[in-house]
T-cell receptor, first 111, second 111 residues
Framework: GAGVSQSPRYKVAKRGQDVALRCDPISGHVSLFWYQQALGQGPEFLTY????????KSGLPSDRFFAERPEGSVSTLKIQRTQQEDSAVYLC?????????FGSGTRLTVV | QKEVEQNSGPLSVPEGAIASLNCTYSDRGSQSFFWYRQYSGKSPELIMFIYSNGDKEDGRFTAQLNKASQYVSLLIRDSQPSDSATYLC???????????FGTGTQLKVEL
């Protein structure tokens, strides 16, 4: 596709519910990143894939967060047993090398 | 100390003036530096990147890098109301060019 596509754009989850956020990167981009952006803050790194390999997951805040990219293209970020502090915008980004392009994000609200 | 620091603003400049946005970083080994623009409710958009000491110009934008002082800046000449946004400074760290962001500086260009 022409850009990084994320779905859904908005998600409201009840506390304790599991959610899955999808990212479709720019075709051919080897690198894929997930970031979390809280209101009024800059994006914070969560995890990084090179093709299907998850090379860095140091930013995942807890074991409730899990990401995968099984075929080296589409990626899914899963959050289990959501908590209120998980409310944020989740940004997916892809890169062919140096320059990173962001998707529109998924705004998650946990109530 | 945060790894990437920016003044949160708001920075207000009149239309047609030069806006100067500043950023400092703590990791001396950082090699790549980026400026993203983020409109309210939108995703970050890359506007400039710089790898070498000195100035890099692109249209109305100039990025400046001083690795000895661990300082990056962005100058916007002939500021327009459409430049009103939050400007995020980002530094590439670690493998795969994961980005560490500052909290962003809000710029307001007034008529």
């Amino acid at each position: 596709g022409a850009g990084v596509s994320q779905s859904p754009r908005y998600k409201v989850a009840k506390r304790g519910q599991d959610v899955a956020l999808r990212c479709d990167p720019i075709s051919g981009h080897v690198s894929l990143f997930w970031y979390q952006q809280a209101l009024g803050q800059g994006p914070e790194f969560l995890t990084y894939f090179q093709n299907e390999a998850q090379l860095d997951k140091s930013g995942l805040p807890s074991d409730r967060f899990f990401a995968e990219r099984p075929e080296g293209s589409v990626s899914t970020l899963k959050i289990q047993r959501t908590q209120q502090e998980d409310s944020a915008v989740y940004l997916c980004a892809s890169s062919p090398g140096q320059q990173t392009t962001f998707g529109s994000g998924t705004r998650l609200t946990v109530v | 100390q945060k790894e990437v620091e920016q003044n949160s603003g708001p920075l207000s400049v009149p239309e047609g003036a030069i806006a100067s946005l500043n950023c400092t970083y703590s990791d001396r080994g950082s090699q790549s530096f980026f400026w993203y623009r983020q409109y309210s409710g939108k995703s970050p958009e890359l506007i400039m990147f710089i790898y070498s000491n000195g100035d890099k110009e692109d249209g109305r934008f100039t990025a400046q890098l001083n690795k000895a002082s661990q300082y990056v800046s962005l100058l916007i000449r002939d500021s327009q109301p459409s430049d009103s946004a939050t400007y995020l400074c980002a530094v590439a760290t670690g493998g795969g060019n994961k980005l560490t962001f500052g909290t962003g500086t809000q710029l307001k260009v007034e008529l």
